[in-house]
């Protein structure tokens, strides 16, 4: 491996005042597993996050690119560089129940070659899917946002709603981001274009074959029916997932409770992470969130063998 290297857990000193994080296991623990670069959507590098990630006082990091890992080696040598253990990170998306759904990928092996070409077939259909925004834009009369939106995209082959968005608020369209996604590119909306993603098996298959876990994102975000989510967390099991966002930027205090309920019945382990992309637009800074409630299994007691330190 060109850098870092992975140890194995150490068992958790017993008793009180045991832990914050030595390399043992503790639900007390700031880890934000969950943010995005500019090899996505986010406005930050690899290296600005890991510093700001340590000034924050996490302890355990991920970057978690959409369908992308090319920024992988650069987080593993910038959390090396600033002392701060790391898990590999991708946020992949998929298409369940006509719905787009995130499902994070931690601690796979970054090199794997189905997990790489899973992830490109991902990626392929952004191009002509922006082009078809920028149509549907054009159609009331907002000119020129496929080339304005690449211009915001640092990965040219990870053009997303978020630089359409950035776009829209430089052109004076929209005063800030949210706004634009209320007025635009959501369902029903102009510059909304529906889009097939990979499937969950596919997803959950190459994190789980790579090594890593796999990790329903923000669950909140999602608009099922309860017998959607039901059938969504049942399928996710049932292809190999093994862990649920429970504390996250996207999920209020009762949501937190909500889905460490639904982690309990599922036998899921918990993750926390901000979902950060950018100082600008972000809630939720790199490990401004609260701790995992209790009687969860941490998402990082299952991957303890496979953190970059
Ligand atoms: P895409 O992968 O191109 O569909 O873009 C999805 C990205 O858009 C998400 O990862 C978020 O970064 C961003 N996004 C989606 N909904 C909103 C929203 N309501 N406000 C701000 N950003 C959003
Ligand atoms: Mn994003
Ligand atoms: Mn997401
Ligand atoms: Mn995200």
């Not at 969950?200 to 876990?213: C, F």
């Not at 939720?284 to 299952?302: K, R």
């Amino acid at each position: 491996m060109p850098h870092g290297r992975i140890v194995p857990a150490v068992p958790c000193p017993a008793g009180p005042g045991a832990s914050p994080y030595n390399g043992c296991v503790s639900a007390i623990l700031n880890a934000d597993l969950h943010c995005h670069s500019v090899v996505s959507d986010g406005t930050l590098t690899p290296e600005e996050l890991a510093a700001r990630a340590r000034a924050n006082g996490v302890e355990l990091w991920a970057l978690t690119d959409h369908d992308e890992i090319g920024g992988q080696q650069r987080a593993i040598a910038a959390a090396q560089a600033q002392g701060l253990p790391y898990l590999t990170g991708t946020e992949i998306s998929i298409t369940f129940a006509g719905q787009t759904v995130h499902i994070v990928g931690l601690g796979f092996d970054a090199e794997d070659e189905r997990m790489k070409a899973g992830l490109r077939q991902t990626r392929g259909g952004r191009e002509e899917r922006a082009r078809e925004m920028a149509a549907s834009l054009a159609a009331v009369g907002i000119r020129g946002a496929f080339e304005g939106a690449l211009k915001y995209a640092g990965n040219p082959e990870l053009i997303s709603r978020t630089h359409f968005a950035r776009w829209l608020v430089e052109t004076g369209v929209c005063r800030e981001t949210n706004e634009v996604f209320r007025k635009y590119l959501t369902e029903g909306k102009p510059g909304f274009v529906p889009h097939r993603w990979a499937t969950l098996r596919d997803a959950v298959t190459w994190i789980t074959q790579s090594g890593g876990v796999a990790v329903i994102a923000h669950p909140a975000r999602y608009s099922f029916t309860p017998t959607e989510e039901y059938a969504l967390f049942s399928e996710f099991k049932a292809h190999g997932g093994t862990a649920v966002e429970v504390v996250t930027g996207s999920h209020t205090a009762a949501e937190y409770v909500k889905y460490a309920d639904m982690a309990r019945e599922f036998g899921l382990a918990a993750s926390r992470g901000s979902d950060f992309h950018s100082p600008d637009e972000s809630h939720t800074d790199l490990g401004a969130l609260p701790y995992l409630p209790g009687e969860l299994t941490p998402v990082w007691e299952l991957l303890a063998d496979r953190i970059h330190r």
